[in-house]
């Protein structure tokens, strides 16, 4: 029977694996963000490059928290937030990426706009769990 408790080897590559995660995200952010001003600004409307905008800021608000928890002793709470903001990472700014700039790509993904506040609610789920995590750490 394999131990389903992770070596301490094991528990340090997972909290890197979440530092190498956020640090690609942040990378892809700048990417995107760099495309928005100078491939996507000119071609879409004000109100969609305003929602696109939000996007990418959203994207890196959350990249704080996740370079934080990288650098935390392993634990299976900070893990599942972390994974959680990753998620609403993908869904928030992903979705709404792609539903601003039909423009430039001519195609629909309107239908993804459910994935766009899942995401919102994904990191209002993080952020409340990461401040139960502070709340019942003892000192």
Same mark, same amino acid.
């Given at each position: 029977? /394999?131990?389903s408790i992770p070596s301490n080897f094991t528990k340090k590559l997972v909290m890197r694996k979440i530092g190498m995660i956020a640090a690609i995200i942040g990378a892809l952010g700048v990417l995107f963000g760099a495309f928005?001003?100078?491939g996507v600004k000119d071609k879409i409307?004000?109100? /969609?490059?305003?929602a696109y905008r939000v996007g990418i800021e959203y994207l890196f608000f959350h990249l704080a928290p996740l370079l934080y928890l990288s650098q935390q002793v392993y634990s299976k709470q900070l893990m599942t937030v972390?994974?959680?903001?990753i998620l609403g990472i993908v869904c928030f700014a992903s979705s709404n990426l792609l539903m601003t700039t039909e423009a430039v790509h001519h195609i629909n993904f309107h239908f993804l706009w459910p994935v766009t506040p899942l995401g919102g609610l994904l990191f209002v789920?993080?952020?409340l769990m990461l401040a139960y995590h502070f709340f019942s750490k003892k000192i």
């Open positions: 029977m /394999r131990n928005g001003a100078h409307d004000p109100t /969609r490059y305003a972390s994974y959680i903001f789920i993080a952020w």
